[in-house]
């Protein structure tokens, strides 16, 4: 009977999408990363570096793409396409509304990889706090911001 319950809890979570496992860290190299001041930054540091690029799309197939797509391609719902987020602050003119604009994403983005998304209680996306260090989670916003839209 206990096995029973088990397994349809287990089942009743599969079919919730909840994401039982805690996350593990991607191995990436980030010796080619230029330094970045510790802590995190109000606006991304990486933002158009290659090298963050290289990192970031190594971080995202390891540790993002199961739910978001290979190369964050957007073709995996019901993850959100994540190329889009703060796109539309490159057409801004004006540098220092173009720049609160990208902080503004920069902020969102962020917060949504160290504390993850939850509602009901169930795990969509699980916290990265402690598992990724900033110059990953930067450069993983470098690279979705720079993935072909095709
Ligand atoms: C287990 C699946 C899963 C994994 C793994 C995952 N995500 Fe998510 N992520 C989601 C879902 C589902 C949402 C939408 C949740 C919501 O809106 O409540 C989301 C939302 C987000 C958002 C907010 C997007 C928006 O427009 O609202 C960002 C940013 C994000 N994820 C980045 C990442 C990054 C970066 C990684 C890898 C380090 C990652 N996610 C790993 C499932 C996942």
Redo the contacts with the bound molecule.
């Keep these: 009977m206990k096995t029973l319950h088990a397994l349809f809890l287990g089942l009743a979570m599969l079919a919730t ?1 909840a ?1 039982a496992d805690a ?1 593990v860290a ?1 191995k990436v190299d980030t010796g080619p990363l230029p330094a970045i001041a510790g802590g995190w930054a109000d606006i991304n540091p990486l933002r158009g570096n290659a090298a963050a690029i290289q990192v970031g799309r190594e ?2 197939n390891q ?2 793409a ?3 797509g290979a190369d964050a391609n957007g073709a995996r719902s ?3 396409d ?1 190329r ?2 703060g796109r539309s602050c490159q057409r801004v003119q004006d540098e220092a509304l173009r720049q609160r604009c990208q902080s503004d994403a920069d902020h ?2 962020v917060k ?2 160290r504390y ?2 939850q ?1 009901f209680g169930i ?4 916290p ?1 706090e402690g598992v ?1 260090e900033p110059s990953v ?1 930067w450069s ?2 470098t690279f ?1 911001e720079n993935a072909p839209m095709q």
């Design positions: 999408g994401w996350p991607p971080a995202f540790a993002c199961a739910c978001h019901p993850a959100p994540l889009r987020m969102f983005f949504s990889v993850g998304k509602k795990v969509h996306m699980p990265w990724l989670v993983l916003r979705v």
